[in-house]
C-alpha cells in the first residue's frame, strides 16, 4: 500500500496544530499554574495579604497565560513564513512499505516508520510525530475522503505500532 499526499499549508494549518498539541499537553500548564498559585499563596500569607489581593493576583495570573498562549501562538506560526508564504511551499509526502517520505521546496526527507513515535488526528489534520522533535502535519485537506484519511491512519497505526491519540 502506498499513500502520497500533495499540498501547501496555511496559516490555519499551523495555528491549529500548536493549539491541538497546547490541549494535549494541558496537564503540563495546569501543573505550572497551580505552582504558581502555590507560591503566590505563601507570598501573600508570608506578608499579610488578603483574599482580595489573592483573587487579583490569580485572575491575572490567568489572564497573563492566556496572552501568553496566543503570542506563542502567533510566534510560532510567523515562524514558518516568508514574504507571507509557507517556507516549505508545495509539500509532497509518500507513504510507502518501508519508509515515509517528506519533499518541500526547501527539504527532503526519508524516515524508517520505527522512528515515528505517535499519529494525532484533530479536526483540521493527522500529525505525525518523529523522534519527539519533528512532527508532520498533513492538512485535512489533502485527504481525497473520510474514507482515505481512515484507511491512512490505520496504515500508519500497524506501522508505527501504537495508538491514534485524538
Given at each position: 500500500m502506498m499513500y502520497e499526499f500533495n499540498f501547501t499549508h496555511n496559516d490555519t494549518d499551523y495555528r491549529e496544530f500548536y493549539k491541538f498539541n497546547i490541549k494535549a499537553n494541558r496537564?503540563?500548564?495546569?501543573?505550572g499554574m497551580l505552582i504558581g498559585i502555590i507560591i503566590l499563596f505563601a507570598l501573600l500569607a508570608d506578608a499579610g495579604?488578603?483574599?482580595?489581593?489573592?483573587?487579583?493576583?490569580?485572575?491575572?495570573t490567568a489572564l497573563m497565560s492566556i496572552i501568553s498562549i496566543r503570542t506563542q501562538i502567533n510566534t510560532m506560526v510567523s515562524r514558518y513564513k516568508k514574504n507571507g508564504k509557507s517556507v516549505f511551499g508545495n509539500t509532497r509526502m509518500k507513504f510507502?512499505?518501508?519508509?515515509?517520505?517528506?519533499?518541500?521546496?526547501?527539504?527532503?526527507?526519508?524516515?524508517?516508520?520505527?522512528?515515528?513515535?505517535?499519529?494525532?488526528?484533530s479536526k483540521y489534520g493527522v500529525y505525525v510525530y518523529v523522534l519527539s522533535s519533528?512532527?508532520?502535519?498533513?492538512?485535512?485537506?489533502a485527504f481525497e475522503s473520510e474514507i482515505q484519511k481512515n484507511e491512512f491512519i490505520e496504515f500508519m497505526?500497524?506501522?508505527?505500532?501504537?495508538?491514534?491519540k485524538n
Amino acid at each position: 500500500m502506498m499513500y502520497e499526499f500533495n499540498f501547501t499549508h496555511n496559516d490555519t494549518d499551523y495555528r491549529e496544530f500548536y493549539k491541538f498539541n497546547i490541549k494535549a499537553n494541558r496537564s503540563l500548564a495546569i501543573a505550572g499554574m497551580l505552582i504558581g498559585i502555590i507560591i503566590l499563596f505563601a507570598l501573600l500569607a508570608d506578608a499579610g495579604g488578603s483574599r482580595i489581593m489573592f483573587v487579583i493576583f490569580i485572575a491575572l495570573t490567568a489572564l497573563m497565560s492566556i496572552i501568553s498562549i496566543r503570542t506563542q501562538i502567533n510566534t510560532m506560526v510567523s515562524r514558518y513564513k516568508k514574504n507571507g508564504k509557507s517556507v516549505f511551499g508545495n509539500t509532497r509526502m509518500k507513504f510507502h512499505e518501508e519508509y515515509m517520505y517528506c519533499f518541500t521546496e526547501v527539504t527532503e526527507s526519508k524516515i524508517k516508520y520505527s522512528i515515528t513515535d505517535k499519529i494525532s488526528e484533530s479536526k483540521y489534520g493527522v500529525y505525525v510525530y518523529v523522534l519527539s522533535s519533528e512532527v508532520y502535519i498533513i492538512p485535512l485537506s489533502a485527504f481525497e475522503s473520510e474514507i482515505q484519511k481512515n484507511e491512512f491512519i490505520e496504515f500508519m497505526r500497524r506501522k508505527i505500532n501504537a495508538p491514534i491519540k485524538n
